[in-house]
């Protein structure tokens, strides 16, 4: 069973950090482009990053390249996102998801809230 | 960036009846779109991948069509699990994924 489970989400202040991570099981993770996608309570879906099986190639969404990294630990079958400089509209869940053109398996999400 | 168009925003169906969804990309995306299903609280699920292949474990109610900028998805006889949000996304041109708005399935 393919499992993917978010975690690292929570209130921070306009400007401040969190980490992401997406613990992976029931895929080969290290064979999988993976990504993460995010929902505005409320709106719908928006596409935030990529990155390839092997780390070599990254992509963001414009709005938050700069600012947030991307990463992986194959060895932990885990994916990452480093949030900087985070913004009020930056406010969302979180999904990961497996996949490169399009999520085939999605996590449950964690809740990002930026305010002061 | 191509920009995807769902219509229409709320559709309201009796169960049992048949539901028609629409999406149009601002140019042609091929047959590179997939379709989402997502209800209240939950994570999306994929259901359609290269605008017509049902996804793994999909019923047959659902199904695909179209291609280009023209795409409709179709739940043949709607059950009470259907009433949720469809997405459609691109992937013709990507990154970035690109998500229609959203299309609202709710019961009459």
């Known amino acids: 069973e393919v499992q993917l489970v978010e975690s690292g989400g929570g209130l921070v202040q306009p400007g401040g950090s969190l980490k992401l991570s997406c613990a992976a099981s029931?895929?080969?993770?290290?064979?999988?482009?993976m990504s993460w996608v995010r929902q505005a309570p409320g709106k719908g879906l928006e596409w935030v990053a990529n990155i390839k099986h092997d780390g070599s190639e990254k992509y963001y969404v414009d709005s938050v390249r700069g600012r947030f990294t991307i990463s992986r630990d194959n060895a932990k079958d885990s994916l990452y996102l480093q949030m900087n400089s985070l913004r009020v509209e930056d406010t969302a869940v979180y999904y990961c998801a497996k996949g490169a053109r399009y999520g085939d398996y999605w996590g449950q999400g964690t809740l990002v809230t930026v305010s002061s | 960036e191509i920009v995807m168009t769902q219509s229409p925003a709320t559709l309201s169906v009796s169960p049992g009846e048949r539901a028609t969804l629409s999406c149009r990309a601002s140019q042609s995306v091929s047959s590179n779109l997939v379709w989402y299903q997502q209800k209240p609280g939950q994570a999306p699920r994929l259901l359609i991948y290269g605008a017509s292949t049902r996804a793994t474990g999909i019923p047959a109610r659902f199904s695909g069509s179209g291609s280009g900028t023209e795409f409709t998805l179709t739940i043949s006889s709607l059950q009470s699990e259907d009433f949720a949000v469809y997405y459609c996304?691109?992937?013709?041109?990507?990154?970035?994924?690109?998500f229609g708005q959203g299309t609202k399935v709710e019961i009459k």
């Open positions: 029931g895929i080969t993770f290290s064979g999988s482009w």
């Open positions: 996304q691109q992937y013709n041109n990507w990154p970035p994924w690109t």
